[in-house]
């Protein structure tokens, strides 16, 4: 039976609610004091986050950017932290 509801949701290209939920089949104990609607809302609320981190991947690919954001962020605080640190000395 779940075998084939996990096949419908593959089909339907839910990954992220499928993954969230053969997480809770995994750990039914976590989920236990959930009600029916709490553990419906945190699988649909994974299947969203999942089609968001998808679309931004998806994005950054499209972008062609130099640098990764994160190097790019850290490379900028880098800086910022020499200037203000070199201003506080003099």
Do not use: C
């Not at 009600?35 to 999942?50: K, T």
């Amino acid at each position: 039976m779940i075998d084939h509801t996990l096949d419908q949701i593959s089909q339907l290209k839910l990954a992220g609610l499928k993954t969230a939920l053969l997480e809770q089949m995994e750990q039914p104990n976590h989920y236990a004091d959930m009600s029916f609607e709490e553990r419906l809302s945190y699988l649909i609320d994974r299947e969203v986050l999942d089609r968001k981190n998808r679309k931004t991947k998806r994005m950054l690919r499209a972008s062609k950017m130099k640098y990764k954001p994160i190097q790019h962020w850290k490379q900028a605080m880098n800086h910022f932290a020499i200037l203000f640190e070199d201003r506080m000395i003099n």
